[in-house]
């Protein structure tokens, strides 16, 4: 059996007080149907469809089928098979909740309608991770009703598995051939000698829906007991187990914070991880973070669903909320743990790329709005959404290919050693760091250290070269470099970088911006080698008050600018498929020369810190600048991209900024007009920029306050951590 391609987009509506979290709301998803095209464009089988009780139904009765009309109608005619989805994380509408006795019989009557507007849908999930859902409602508090006890927990569980059963009957009145693909995260927990009888104790628990639906539940079952000790009665299980449900597909959902570590020793860890039960006080933790060895992932869920139940099963959900390389792997991990159980005779029958079009503020778990988004196969702050690297590999699987993306070689971050932030639990098994470069040319400057610092911690190969090494205005030295080391990227941070002598020393200048930027560009095209490279926002001369974008027209004002505007002229002539980043203002936590770092240096000798008041930038963040671009060129972008973080300031507004959020004496701050500082090359008094291609980075406040929080961590001199936390 060819193992198929699913995928869906993320689509949660759950509740959080009053107020509804709506993934597709979010996305913008709900007002057109073309994502659909966009996902069978990767060759997928079938799609998760959110055909959801709580937004077709918002008043009582009454039902708005246009969305939903339009994306089966549309799938019917692409020829991909929905999975209907009427409960994804939710509790219904407002007349009802997890905790209504009413609540199984009010979605077995949505469940009816729906059937009887599409019945040729044969495949569903009437409710989505019902016990995930019942432990984050009705054990944790997080989402409505937010209880936070175990007879609201069951109750809330069995409510969801009744309702799971009854649509299904009501569906079947509909369609015979109706079969319920019944997904749930099966998190795995471990833990310390002391706490193994709480591990198993969660072990079991996690495979209560499915056993429910299945009819397994009985006297003997391990969770029988604690059932009724939480309010169940024997008769709502004895029916269960009379009248099953049992899944025809079962769908694993498997995430990397699923799985879980129990430590009675809780001094190893925050105060924010601790809790415990009604005998034991202990730490409850990612496992990722303190296990030796890597005790989660994909195969090891599927083997031991298919051995427990021995029935059709396939993995519903695939994402992973991180840096676009560890994206890519955690999906191609996904699909070869498919097909190595598959190959040992298990009936393993697809993979679903999850959230295609990214997710909103499940950093939070979706108890804020905060618009915190993680981009998917598409990324939607782009406009038309923009596909990623991710979406090219499940085309590339979907299509029988081999996965070839140069990142794919290396381990993912829960496989390194890296991970791991507490006293480790056994022996730490760890994969070393593979695959081929990418050659960061520019050792001494901040920029080149910022990159290899960001490789370093994303797990890519590097190469960070002098001019010894490679001087990129040197053919001969390029080439040797590029067949030296083969890399699969090139990313060029080196040149001149000080503006006012850029003025004197014309010829040099010239050399590192222009001419080396040109060589690089003829020899990586010739070499099939991706390219990236840096401008800068002096490209424009300030004429314009509205923040620039990738298509305004260049006209700079000093040597700087133009030898810059000039490399991109020729880069992109000589290698079409090269990326070149406008950026500007930097600053970081790991160097001491930038303006934000030498500027609170002075200010903590109660030194004055000069700025000009007269010109408006946009300041990045490197860190942000080094994270998107490397992103960009994974997902093979190319062209000229703005990336500075959004927002915009006079650099003594900055300081300012700067000042504040290091709780320092902002009067020693002087704002002067820039003439005052003694420029000798002119600079635009406006030079923001903004994209027409995609707003990527987070703001200038995010970008700031994170600035502060790691200097705060390493810097001696700063203001104390305690201090520091307590004021903010």
């Known amino acids: 059996m060819t193992l198929e391609l699913w995928a869906g987009p993320e689509c949660t509506v759950n509740r959080v007080g009053d107020r509804y979290h709506d993934q597709l709301k979010a996305s913008g998803l709900e007002l057109d149907t073309s994502y659909v095209d966009k996902m069978a464009g990767l060759g997928i089988k079938r799609m998760r469809l959110p055909l959801l009780w ?6 009582r009765g009454v039902h708005d089928w246009q969305w939903t009309d339009a994306s089966v109608a549309r799938l019917s005619a692409l020829k991909v098979e929905p999975i209907a989805g009427l409960l994804h994380h939710g509790s219904g509408p407002l007349w009802t909740s997890l905790l209504d006795p009413s609540f199984a019989d009010l979605l077995a009557d949505y469940a009816g309608k729906v059937a009887m507007r599409y019945p040729h849908i044969n495949d569903w999930t009437p409710v989505n991770e019902p016990l995930t859902t019942a ?15 175990e007879k609201s927990f069951v109750r809330a569980l ?30 795995f927990v471990t833990s310390s000698p002391a706490l193994a009888y709480q591990a198993r104790f969660e072990n079991e628990r996690r495979w209560l829906s499915f056993d429910l639906l299945m009819g397994r539940v009985n006297s003997n079952h391990a969770m029988w007991r604690y059932l009724i000790k939480a309010g169940a009665s024997e008769q709502e299980l004895e029916n269960l187990q009379d009248d099953p449900c049992p899944p025809d597909i079962f769908g694993i959902n498997s995430y990397i914070t699923s799985e879980r570590h129990l430590d009675k020793c809780v001094n190893h860890y925050l105060p924010q991880h601790v809790g415990g039960n009604e005998h034991d006080r202990y730490a409850d933790v990612e496992a990722v973070r303190v ?3 890597f005790t989660g992932g994909f195969e090891a869920r599927l083997r031991e669903t298919c051995e427990r139940y021995d029935r059709p099963v396939a993995i519903t959900e695939v994402h992973l909320g991180c840096q676009r390389d560890e994206q890519l792997r955690w999906l191609n991990q996904a699909w070869q743990a498919a097909t190595r159980v598959q190959a040992d005779g298990h009936d393993v029958r697809a993979i679903t790329c999850w959230a295609a079009f990214g997710t909103f503020d499940w950093n939070s778990l979706v108890t804020r709005v905060e618009g915190h988004y993680e981009p998917g196969l598409w990324d939607l702050r782009s406009v038309p959404p923009r596909e990623t690297a991710l979406a090219g590999l499940a085309r590339q699987l979907a299509g029988g290919g081999q996965a070839d993306h140069p990142v794919l ?38 920029l080149g250290q910022a990159f290899a610092r960001i490789c370093e911690i994303r797990g890519l190969p590097y190469r960070l070269l002098s001019r010894v090494d490679m001087d990129i205005a040197d053919p001969v030295s390029v080439s040797a470099a590029l067949q030296k080391w083969n890399p699969w990227a090139v990313v060029n941070t080196a040149g001149f970088v000080r503006i006012d002598d850029a003025e004197t020393y014309a010829a040099r200048q010239w050399r590192e911006n222009a001419l080396g930027p040109t060589v690089l560009a003829e020899a990586c095209d010739q070499s099939g080698v991706k390219l990236l490279c840096f401008s800068s926002d002096l490209v424009f001369d300030g004429s314009k008050r509205q923040p620039y974008l990738e298509v305004d027209q260049p006209h700079p004002l000093n040597a700087y600018g133009r030898a810059k505007h000039e490399a991109e002229r020729r880069v992109l002539a000589a290698a079409p498929q090269a990326m070149m980043i406008r950026s500007a203002a930097f600053f970081g936590p790991w160097d001491s020369h930038n ?46 991209w ?71 961590s390493t810097d001696r001199n700063a203001v104390p951590v305690a201090l520091y936390a307590a004021q903010h």
């Open 158 to 187: 069995l409510n969801q598995v009744y309702a799971t059963r009854l649509a299904m009957q009501a569906i079947r009145c509909v369609n015979t051939n109706a079969r319920l693909v019944q997904t749930e995260d099966l998190g």
């Open 642 to 712: 703005h990336l500075a973080n959004r927002g915009s300031a006079s650099w003594s507004q900055l300081a300012c900024m700067a000042a504040e959020s290091a709780r320092l004496d902002v009067s020693l701050v002087c704002a002067v007009p820039s003439a005052a500082l003694g420029q000798r090359a002119e600079r635009p008094r406006f030079s923001v920029l903004g994209s027409a291609r995609g707003q990527l980075m987070p703001t200038l406040q995010c970008g700031l306050q994170r600035y502060m929080d790691e200097v705060v």
């Open 291 to 293: 296990n030796g060895a």
């Open 135 to 149: 432990r984050f409602s009705a054990l944790y508090g997080l989402w409505y009703p937010h209880r936070n006890d």
């Open 54 to 59: 709580e937004r077709n139904e918002r008043q």
């Open 409 to 446: 070689a290396g381990p993912g971050w829960w496989q390194r050693d890296s991970r791991l932030i507490y006293p480790p639990n056994g022996v730490v098994q760890a994969l070393p760091i593979s695959g081929q470069l990418i050659l960061i040319a520019g050792a001494s400057g901040t």
């Open 595 to 640: 303006f934000i770092t030498a500027g609170l240096q002075a200010l903590r000798r109660d030194k004055p810190w000069v700025a000009a008041n007269d010109q408006n930038v946009s300041p990045t963040y490197m860190p942000d600048l080094a994270n998107s671009a490397l992103d960009l060129m994974i997902d093979g972008e190319c062209g000229i």
